[in-house]
């Protein structure tokens, strides 16, 4: 479960976008501090309500971000619902019969312990405090002082016992980085759920919920989805879609947001036959990564020790970002919890009949409740992993031996926001109206941009700034032999293809 902070609280202020000054910054930091700023001037991210100073940890994506979120999102739907059979989507209303939240526990449970310092009115999240002062021990040289501490945290956690919480803080001399003083609150559990009105008249209004995880969308259609699809287990049942938490501190750019967009799919199972699932999915889902074309040096797994009431396994795939390996997505072998707790607080069955035989006892499996394996994946966290990874400021040594510089997204053909450049050479002679033609015969098939303006390599490096993998030139050779030069982003390299050729290069990548 990815939820939680990682930073002090800003105040009141927090609800504006920080303004991002740093005195010195470290080497990745620059980097990210690169990307996040080429993303806004390029059209991927904005700050959301930017003329209002922004609104902390909520973006916009513009044109060329819409359109790789999309993509990415795309690619998703396609490998879970058009790849696997045995998977079907639906898409769920964002709010939900509130009754659903106490089912699920996330009413009583997802809520993170958090302080705050009355000097300086900055809340902290009190497990990130603790750690903070391991990691200073464990720099110092006391590393077994900083393991002993972490265990204690965690017994403390566990038993929610807050007030020893408090004491070890205070035992452990922290203190807020902006007052510098220990004068704490007490600990409080902080919901993580956006609560609203639903209904006109204040007296007779219902507290819902803005969804926290589009799981729950899933569950609460599980009979519905199987009997209309005629589904039988093993299925799975997938969903994209915005969920919502109020983060207490967001930051790293879209990494951590109050709004975001999650992509799960439940799978339903015979119970029993969980682990070989878990197993599948694991293996599934980093491929599903590498296919793309990311990095498998980028990826690592890393087991959940603690697992939740619900799991009896789980495990994140983490990513390499910019600031070091975090969590991009979840697999979580989440047994019938869910279903069971939709059972018993609707009072409405959400047993699945399995007609097979059980060889063990030769007659039908019969009724149960089906075991769940989850995917769970943002789609803005991917985003941020795709684009980072395409990132590269790269140094170029010409032909001639001069040097230049380019600023290059290297996205995956497939998911990139634009994939064909039509760039005629000039704007007169007849060159435009052969390069219309070609857009006229692409744009249906992918997504193609049309430019007569400026010199051919500004504009080439234009398109290496939004990640275009191919650019065309029509110039006037292509009247003479309808021959046209092709341009590959990454290397560089240009050809002379016929123009009839065009289509089917890039539709051979993106497939
Ligand atoms: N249904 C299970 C679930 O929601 P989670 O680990 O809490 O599990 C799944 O969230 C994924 O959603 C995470 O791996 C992460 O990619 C994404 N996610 C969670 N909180 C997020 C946030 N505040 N901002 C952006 N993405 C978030």
Redo the contacts with the bound molecule.
């Keep these: 479960?990815?939820?939680g902070v990682k930073a002090p609280f800003l105040g009141r202020m927090a609800y504006f976008c920080p303004v991002m000054s740093k005195p010195t910054l470290t080497p990745q930091e620059n980097n990210f501090q690169a990307i996040i700023s080429h993303a806004k001037e390029y059209g991927f991210v904005f700050p959301s309500s930017e003329i209002y100073d922004g609104l902390s940890?909520v973006y916009d994506y513009g044109p060329y971000g819409s359109e790789l979120k999309k993509n990415i999102r795309d690619y998703w739907w396609h490998s879970m619902t058009q790849m696997h059979e045995n998977i079907v989507g639906i898409d769920a209303a964002i709010f939900m019969h509130p009754t659903t939240w106490k089912a699920s526990g996330h009413v009583d449970n997802f809520s993170d312990p958090m302080i705050d310092n009355k000097d300086s009115q900055k809340r902290y999240r009190v497990d990130h405090l603790i750690e903070a002062k391991a990691d200073s021990l464990r720099a110092a040289g006391a590393g077994a002082e900083a393991d002993a501490l972490l265990a204690q945290m965690d017994q403390l956690l566990a038993a929610e016992n807050f007030e020893a919480l408090k004491n070890l803080l205070t035992e452990q001399k922290i203190t807020c980085t902006v007052s510098g003083t220990s004068n704490w609150t007490d600990i409080r559990q902080f919901n993580l759920m956006f609560d609203t009105q639903l209904g006109s008249v204040a007296e007779d209004a219902n507290t819902i919920y803005l969804r926290?995880?589009?799981?729950q969308g899933i569950f609460v259609n599980f009979l519905n989805v199987q009997k209309t699809a005629r589904m039988k287990v093993p299925f799975g049942i997938a969903q994209t879609g915005k969920?919502f938490?109020n983060?207490i501190v967001?930051r790293q750019f879209?990494?951590?947001?109050?709004e975001?967009?999650?992509m799960?799919m439940q799978f339903f199972v015979r119970p029993g036959t969980q682990m070989k699932w878990y197993e599948y999915w694991k293996e599934a889902r980093l491929n599903w990564h590498t296919q793309l074309g990311m990095p498998a040096h980028k990826y690592r797994f890393h087991d959940h020790v603690k697992l939740a009431h619900y799991a009896d396994a789980a495990l994140?795939i983490e990513f390499e970002f910019p600031f070091g390996f975090k969590?991009?997505?979840?697999i979580?072998s989440r047994t019938d919890f869910d279903l069971t707790r939709h059972q018993e607080f609707s009072k409405k069955k959400q047993q699945y009949f399995d007609n097979d035989i059980d060889e063990a006892t030769g007659k039908p499996y019969g009724n149960y409740i089906p075991y769940v394996i989850?995917t769970?994946?943002?789609l803005?966290?991917?985003f941020l992993a795709v684009l980072s990874n395409a990132y590269e400021e790269e140094k170029i040594t010409k032909e001639d031996g001069s040097t230049d510089e380019r600023v290059v997204l290297h996205i995956p053909a497939k998911i990139a926001p634009v994939k064909l450049a039509i760039l005629p050479l000039v704007k007169k002679d007849g060159l435009p109206e052969i390069a219309r033609e070609l857009m006229d015969s692409c744009k249906g098939q992918f997504k193609c941009f049309y430019e007569e303006k400026d010199a051919i390599g500004k504009r080439y490096r234009r398109q290496d700034a939004i990640g275009t993998p191919f650019c065309v030139t029509i110039d006037h050779q292509t009247k003479e032999d309808q021959t046209v030069t092709i341009r590959y982003r990454d290397a560089m390299t240009q050809e002379r293809v016929h123009i009839s050729k065009v289509k089917e290069i890039v539709m051979g990548a993106i497939a």
């Design positions: 479960m990815d939820k940890a926290p995880e589009t799981a969920a938490r983060e967001a879209i990494f951590r947001m109050r975001f967009e999650q799960e994140d969590e991009l997505e979840g979580h989850e769970s994946i943002g803005d966290r991917m």
